[in-house]
């Protein structure tokens, strides 16, 4: 009966380390958990950055889109300049040729 006792005895050493261990797990686990989530209260200030910043982008997208537009139209104005400034030297040209 002593063998009986002796195995009895470490067999329940070794289920009260593996326990031990398990629980240390467990509680390194949770700890974790709770250090990398944030509160409520950070996630709603997170939630409002966001918010925010989703406002802020569509404002730069509507900024780019309205400067592209008025970039188009002074190419435009440019372009019609250049004619102009064509049509006005052939005309001088014109002018001059008929005049000498």
């Avoid at 629980?23 to 409002?48: A, H, R, W």
């Avoid at 509507?62 to 300049?81: G, M, N, P, V, Y």
Wanted: proline share 2%; no cysteine.
């Amino acid at each position: 009966v002593p063998e009986t006792k002796s195995k009895l005895v470490a067999k329940q050493v070794k289920i009260k380390s593996t326990i031990e261990a398990l629980l240390e797990d467990m509680s390194k686990n949770i700890f974790l958990t709770e250090v990398q989530l944030p509160s409520k209260g950070e996630l709603d200030l997170l939630k409002q950055e966001v918010a925010f910043k989703n406002v802020n982008i569509d404002a730069n997208q509507e900024t780019i889109s309205r400067l592209e537009h008025q970039k188009k139209a002074r190419l435009e104005e440019l372009e019609r300049i250049h004619t102009l400034e064509e049509k006005i030297t052939t005309e001088l040209k014109e002018l001059e040729s008929r005049s000498a």
